[in-house]
């Protein structure tokens, strides 16, 4: 499955398009009304928001609300403080809400050991699923990334490259266990490096 990454408010227009989308609150920009709206009239959701333009608390509010509004999954990194998580992880367990833990490295692709280490610890923070997104800079880190498909997991995996190297590991996520994939929508909206346009997403599948 595909999930396109929402940014801008323009893409909300064609929002029932997609089977998932993951809608980037902190890009996005959309007052309480219009989060309890969007997340109340569509079941298909990820509500996510970086550290970005919002503080600590506000992020966390928007996370709150955005669950609390109906959204289907709930993406939290692993660096957040363990009394934001456990605020988010309570919250979106008693709304059946699944929760995405994400680990992002813009830089690099960690080793293997390190890279099982975050699995194993989003896992003890509850996730439901485990998200894991690095940067390959070699082939060799896209192939150390799609490696960690290789072992039975007790939750879903989402793991895949940024960077021109790494974005094969976009499509052979999918076909390697992940439930879904990432892609942006439209070529001037992509929310990471690597990230491949929707329609070019589903010509590749359609294909393969």
């Known amino acids: 499955m595909i999930c396109v990454a929402l940014s801008d408010k323009k893409s909300l227009e064609d929002i029932n398009k997609f089977k998932l989308a993951e809608l980037r609150l902190d890009m996005l920009k959309l007052d309480d009304a219009e989060i309890s709206d ?3 009239k569509n079941r ?3 509500a996510t928001c970086r550290e970005t333009y919002y503080s600590r608390e506000e992020r966390l509010f928007i996370l709150k609300n ?3 509004s109906g959204a289907a999954y709930v993406d939290v990194e692993i660096e957040a403080d ?4 456990k605020e988010i992880i309570s919250l979106a367990k008693s709304k ?3 929760v995405i833990i994400s680990y992002h490295n813009f830089d690099n692709t960690p080793s293997k050991e390190d890279l099982e280490n975050i699995i194993i610890e989003s896992l003890k923070d509850g996730a439901d699923i ?3 997104t690095t940067f390959a800079n070699t082939p060799e880190d896209a192939a150390r990334v799609l490696s960690l498909y290789c072992v039975n997991r007790p939750r879903p995996l989402v793991a895949f490259c940024m960077g021109d190297a790494g974005r094969i590991t976009r499509v052979a996520c999918v076909r390697l266990g992940s439930p879904f994939t990432y892609a942006s929508y439209s070529f001037a909206t992509q929310t990471a490096n690597g990230q491949i346009y929707y329609e070019d997403m ?3 599948f359609d294909r393969i």
Request: hydrophobic share 50%; with cysteine; charged share 25%.
């Open 96 to 98: 059946n809400c699944k």
């Open 130 to 132: 485990v998200k894991i």
């Open 202 to 204: 589903r010509y590749i």
């Open 44 to 46: 298909n959701l990820i």
């Open 82 to 85: 363990a009394e934001f998580k």
């Open 38 to 40: 969007v997340f109340s």
């Open 66 to 68: 955005a669950v609390s």
